[in-house]
């Protein structure tokens, strides 16, 4: 098993900036993926972008190209989110993710996530 903790929600105004972190523990290790989505009310979940924990692979939905980053710190198996220049649309509770292999931009195929964190931008 993996477990997640996700953190570093909260209220910005547009074009502002926040920093999101995922910290694994279990069995996390360098074979897995990990991601993240986004979850607006009523909406479906939304991939926005993952990384290879091997190789640094990164892959990012056109929508937060240019403006949101993934990092990670492979020492304390934790992955960031930096969300720059932030729009009301990207409000949503945002989860991290792990699947054992590659990325992938599919929600179902991650099978750990964390508890989610509400990020709230006000226009």
């Known amino acids: 098993q993996v477990q997640l903790v996700d953190s570093g929600g909260g209220l910005v105004q547009a074009g502002g900036s926040l920093r999101l972190s995922c910290a694994a523990s279990?069995?996390?290790?360098?074979?897995?993926?990990m991601a993240w989505f986004r979850q607006a009310p009523g909406k479906e979940r939304e991939f926005v972008g993952a990384v290879s924990w091997s190789d640094s692979f990164l892959y990012y939905a056109d929508s937060v190209k240019g403006r949101f980053t993934i990092s990670k710190d492979n020492a304390k198996n934790t992955m960031y989110l930096q969300m720059n220049s932030l729009k009301p649309e990207d409000t949503a509770v945002y989860y991290c993710?792990?699947?054992?292999?590659?990325?992938?931009?599919?929600?179902?195929?991650?099978?750990?996530w964390g508890q989610g964190t509400q990020v709230t931008v006000s226009s």
């Open positions: 279990g069995r996390f290790n360098i074979k897995y993926a």
């Open positions: 993710a792990a699947r054992f292999g590659e990325v992938d931009g599919t929600w179902r195929k991650y099978d750990f």
